[in-house]
């Protein structure tokens, strides 16, 4: 069993860090030739703990199996869970909570403050040799570069193309990360550590639910920026191995990082389109998937739910769709649906495909969470999660556990390291 070190900007700042409650048990080579770690989370104190207690709770490790299933379900990358289990023993958290560890599976647990780690500690070969075990296991299409600047220079592309992916998909469900500090942002593109995360459901860009986030950093709204803030640290990280020349390095990393904006949009585009039944986006579309938001927050709707009642045009009596502005905008989209050479049935399934009928709701996974810590009781939660492994069934069933709760949200609070 090992702890892994690693550095970290939280909340803007270096740190020095490492698995200070978690346990890396080793790798498991599926039949299908997939390498993944397990890991222990919450299995007790490591030399990286510091004054923490190396523990974890029941309920904050049972909210990480939900969501973190629900993502999976959603098909976007992510780290999974294989087991929660009870310790037996009772830990402090303000109130004495049941003991719990999760059992983590992840492609791997190499961060971009893996990196920041072998800058902090180490040498240019450290640097080199980090680069080139992260290529074979996750890049290994790049291992046979001969030319190593080249092969670099593409890893650190491959590493900006895979976040502004993960993180348009985040955008497109309402998922809040929460603590998007660079030593939770996992060079292969998953999501990785649900500590305050939660998905939104009123609309509402600049929606924060961990308690100390104070400033927004990790808003909803800013997660793509932060998202190419976190790329820049890991690109310095690069600058020793990118050219032996620092200012032709640096102009690389630069050159690189810049790429994520574009890629991000588009893919947030081509998502937006799926959601809203447009196979081949056009340029002036951008409008039309604004101006719809624009509208969903004005109205403080729900967000999945209306892209659901868009998709079955069974609109619930509510203030967007009563709108006048709202009638006007969905008249513009009917026509440029209606534009393509498409069936209604073919467009209505690719909205289908692309817009969840169910996502973990906050008031779902907490009553999820009391009952199992107050009663014992997991029923509720299998039944949660097992609704969530297929969003896009769009089931009678998921449809009850879809309802918004606005007024839970509204003062709605998650944490770290609980
Ligand atoms: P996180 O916010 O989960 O990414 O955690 C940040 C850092 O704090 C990581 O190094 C964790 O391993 C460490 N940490 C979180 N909770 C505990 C705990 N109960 N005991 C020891 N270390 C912890
Ligand atoms: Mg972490």
């Not at 006048?324 to 209505?348: G, H, P, T, Y």
Request: net charge negative.
């Amino acid at each position: 069993m090992i702890a892994q070190a690693y550095c970290g900007h939280q909340f803007g700042y270096f740190t020095m860090l490492g698995d200070g409650r978690a346990m890396l048990l080793g790798e498991q080579i599926t039949p299908d030739n997939k390498r993944f770690d397990i890991q222990l989370k919450g299995s007790g104190r490591t030399i990286y703990s510091r004054g923490g207690d190396g523990k974890a709770v029941l309920g904050p490790m049972l909210r990480e199996y939900i969501i973190s299933e629900a993502m999976y379900g959603l098909k976007i990358p992510t780290t999974r869970s294989l087991a929660v289990t009870l310790t037996g023993e009772e830990v402090f958290r303000e109130v004495l909570q049941p003991g719990a560890v999760l059992t983590r599976v992840a492609s791997s647990h190499i961060r971009v403050g893996t990196f920041q780690f072998a800058v902090a500690n180490g040498e240019r070969e450290d640097i080199k040799a980090l680069a080139d075990y992260t290529i074979s296991r996750h890049f290994n299409e790049l291992d046979n570069i001969v030319d190593e600047k080249e092969k670099y220079k593409l890893f650190l592309r491959r590493v900006v193309e895979l976040q502004a992916e993960l993180i348009s998909s985040w955008q497109l469900v309402g998922f809040i990360h929460g603590v998007m500090n660079t030593d939770n942002m996992s060079i292969c593109g998953e999501t990785i550590d649900y500590g305050p995360c939660a998905f939104m459901d009123t609309y509402k860009k600049d929606t924060v639910f961990s308690s100390i986030d104070r400033d927004g950093r990790y808003s909803y709204k800013n997660q793509p920026s932060i998202g190419q803030w976190n790329l820049s640290r890991f690109a310095e990280t690069l600058v020793p191995i990118l050219d032996d020349d620092t200012d032709k390095s640096l102009e690389i990393a630069i050159s690189e990082v810049v790429k994520y904006q574009k890629i991000y949009d588009t893919f947030w585009r081509k998502g937006m389109s799926k959601k809203l039944g447009i196979f081949d986006e056009e340029k002036d579309d951008i409008f039309i998937f604004y101006d719809l938001l624009s509208l969903i927050e004005k109205y403080k709707a729900d967000y999945t739910n209306t892209f659901i009642d868009l998709n079955f045009e069974d609109f619930e009596d509510n203030e967007l769709f009563n709108s006048s502005d709202f009638l006007k905008w969905k008249e513009r989209w009917k026509n440029r649906v209606n534009k393509q050479s498409k069936s209604a049935d073919e467009i209505k399934s690719l909205m289908k495909n692309n817009n969840p009928a169910i996502i973990p709701r906050n008031h779902k996974v907490e009553e999820a969470i009391e009952m199992a810590v107050s009663k014992g009781d997991i029923s509720f939660t299998k039944r949660l999660v097992d609704l969530l492994s297929n969003p896009f069934e769009h089931t009678q069933e998921q449809k009850k556990f879809s309802k918004e709760h606005n007024k839970f949200d509204e003062n709605y609070k998650t944490y770290c390291g609980t």
